[in-house]
């Protein structure tokens, strides 16, 4: 039986919360700034290695209070929240780094967003082949699709703009969910059967190179959405891999369809200093395709870190196929047999 409307903070339309930006955005004041250019500073001083930053060693006596209400924002309101003001031209490479893991420090625990163990990513096209199953489209300059990620949270810091486009998407598969059962319940329900994905190459030892979860999962009343159409589609490479029925690829193909709709996602454009945190079991993210600049000091260029949270929701048995593990405060992330965890100030 599928379960009622979800009436929660986090379902809503973008075509609304378009309209309510002081909900979901905070702009660092003069004194917020100082103090996480203190904190960055005695961190380096310490000479200890970026990936051992933690809320401990990175002190924010008053923004870290700031920090703690948008992680409960995260996991019981709307979902995603902006920080704005960050001075990014102000600082070097190695002092955004400090800044953009001390603030995560405060909202969770770094985990490995590849088989390379990186704590801290970089979003940046590197023109990667898009028809090589191993390319992560955030390696292009194509669209990404609406999608979620490996983890609790999903946090970014823009450093560099693309020339045109890149425009970030968030959209709720909550209210997806919703209106999915609405229009077609028959399909919501096929969304509860497990579907096969690509691991891509990154392949936990003992592991295939596929497993399989489904795209909405309902525990203890919470509902949890887990979806990648390419790696959905790229897991059929595998001639093991359970085969996608007919009504499956039916449903995933409405599922893109209504989360596409205009009203559905909220659009922003990420600018320098600008820090997006996600919550990924509520939330849907994309990014637009972008043109980039033709000067390599200019091109775009975000860090990116996966963040699990301390207090959080109780995940199905079957993430830990993809999670590592499914308990709360220690999971999520890629972590394979050549995985050694660091967070690289390039990459």
């Known amino acids: 039986m599928l379960p009622d409307p979800f009436d929660v903070p986090a379902a809503w339309y ?31 001083d310490a000479g200890l290695p970026l990936g051992l930053i933690t809320s401990d ?21 709307i979902g995603f929240t902006l920080f704005r003001g ?17 603030i995560g420090s405060h909202i969770g625990l770094a985990r490995s967003q590849n088989a390379a163990g990186h704590l801290l990513g970089h ?12 390319t992560r489209v955030y390696q292009t300059t194509a669209r990404q699709h609406f999608h979620t990620d490996s983890t609790d949270v999903v946090g970014l810091l823009c450093i560099n703009k693309a020339k045109s486009g890149g425009t970030s998407l968030l959209a709720s598969s909550v ?11 028959d399909l919501a329900e096929e969304l509860f059967n497990p579907l096969a994905r690509d691991r891509r190459g990154e ?20 509902l949890t959405c887990f979806y990648h159409r390419e790696y959905i589609d790229s897991a059929q490479r595998y001639d093991d891999a359970p085969r996608i029925t007919a009504f499956q690829k039916e449903a995933i193909d409405f599922f893109d369809e209504v989360v596409n709709e205009p009203g559905m996602y ?9 820090m997006q945190f996600v919550y990924n079991h509520h939330l849907l993210h994309d990014r637009t395709e972008f043109e980039d600049w033709p000067e390599p000091e200019r091109r775009r260029h975000l860090m990116r870190l996966w963040l699990c949270l301390p207090e959080d929701r109780p995940l199905p048995d079957s993430f830990a196929q993809r999670y590592g593990s499914v308990k709360v405060g220690c999971r999520g992330g890629v972590v394979t047999k050549e995985t050694v965890l660091h967070a690289p100030i390039d990459a």
Do not use: H
């Not at 002081?22 to 961190?43: D, G, P, Q, V």
């Not at 909220?266 to 600008?274: A, N, T």
């Open 14 to 44: 973008g075509r609304d919360i378009s309209k309510k930006q002081k909900l979901w955005s905070y702009e660092f004041n003069l004194n917020e700034i100082s103090e996480l250019e203190n904190a960055s500073k005695a961190f380096s």
């Open 57 to 77: 060693n990175f002190p924010l006596p008053n923004l870290g209070e700031v920090v703690k209400r948008v992680q409960k924002e995260l996991r019981d309101g």
């Open 86 to 102: 960050l001075p990014v031209d102000r600082y070097d490479q190695k002092m955004l780094a400090t800044m953009f893991c001390g």
């Open 123 to 134: 979003v940046r096209n590197i023109g990667a082949d898009l028809s090589d199953p191993r």
């Open 175 to 185: 209210t997806l969910f919703n209106e999915i059962v609405k229009r077609r319940p």
């Open 203 to 222: 392949i936990p030892v003992g592991q295939m190179p596929f497993y399989s979860v489904p795209v909405y999962n309902l525990l203890d009343g919470y």
């Open 266 to 274: 909220l659009s922003m454009s990420l600018e320098p200093g600008d």
